[in-house]
């Protein structure tokens, strides 16, 4: 009778592995979504992270509490269900605002950077609407005295409105020499400015103590206004009854200078002529 040769050999048992790897892994990455839901919704629901203290700063003429009813936050709100970007997006709505940022200092303090807008100048139009320009030279607001109390900004008049993808803004050779002007400081305390697009700029400015007009055309500007800082100096030094009122700096090489004469000046300040 032949050897079974079979009968001998052990039955091996059946491998589970390639059914309990993969198992495994997808318990172990159900267990660590719940922890992390839990974990999630454990911090959402902590007081720990209730906002403890809102800190604002580089806000001047916007008033804290302004900002914070702009931003919609709620007393006692979880610091980390906050949307930044949305609360960024409601402060700079205000005009007064130029841009603003948001950070969170954990656990429980708010952080908001204000940048206010820096006026530069009131754009007077045709005697229907004065808006603020800032020192960029970009419209943020109309201008309303008794709230923004901006009385010794320079009046400028002559400029126009023009609307680029939908914005409305000053722009062109004109306006671009009224900025030039306005940021330099030879010619003193700047208080009125009026652009012509034939004649270009003129202004009105206090200058060695009093008011005198200058017409300065379309460029040329610094040595404009060295040139009439040495006449004036001449004046104060050399010609002392006179008081110089106007300056046509139109043409550098042409200067003309209207003068008064000092005594009759202050006889009229006086109520004797």
Same mark, same amino acid.
């Given at each position: ?93 205000? $005009? ?57 900004? $320079? ?96 043409? $550098? ?21």
């Amino acid at each position: 009778m032949g050897k079974n040769r079979y009968k001998n050999k052990s039955k091996k048992p059946v491998s589970i592995t390639f059914i309990s790897k993969p198992l495994i892994v997808i318990v172990m990455l159900c267990l660590t979504s719940l922890a992390l839901l839990f974990a999630y919704d454990f911090t959402m629901q902590s007081t720990y992270f209730n906002i403890k203290k809102i800190h604002i700063d580089g806000n001047y003429r916007v008033k804290t509490q302004e900002i914070i009813k702009l931003a919609k936050i709620r007393k006692n709100e979880n610091i980390l269900s906050l949307n930044l970007a949305l609360l960024e997006k409601r402060i700079i709505n205000h $005009p007064w605002i130029q841009n603003v940022s948001i950070k969170r200092s954990i656990p429980s303090q708010l952080l908001i950077r204000i940048n206010e807008e820096t006026p530069l100048a009131i754009v007077r139009i045709d005697n229907i609407a004065e808006i603020l320009i800032n020192n960029e030279g970009k419209p943020f607001k109309e201008y309303e005295p008794d709230l923004d109390k901006l009385d010794n900004l $320079p009046v400028i008049t002559g400029i126009e409105l023009t609307e680029s993808e939908d914005n409305f803004l000053f722009k062109g050779l004109l306006f671009n020499s009224v900025i030039k002007v306005l940021e330099m400081k030879s010619f003193g305390r700047i208080h009125q400015v009026n652009a012509d697009k034939n004649m270009g700029i003129s202004i009105i400015t206090k200058h060695f103590g009093h008011n005198i007009s200058m017409k300065l055309g379309f460029y040329d500007f610094h040595s404009k206004a060295c040139k009439a800082e040495k006449i004036t100096t001449y004046f104060k030094n050399h010609i002392t009854n006179k008081e110089i009122c106007a300056f046509d700096l139109y043409d $550098p090489e042409n200067v003309l200078v209207k003068s008064k004469d000092k005594d009759a000046l202050q006889n009229l300040t006086k109520g004797g002529a």
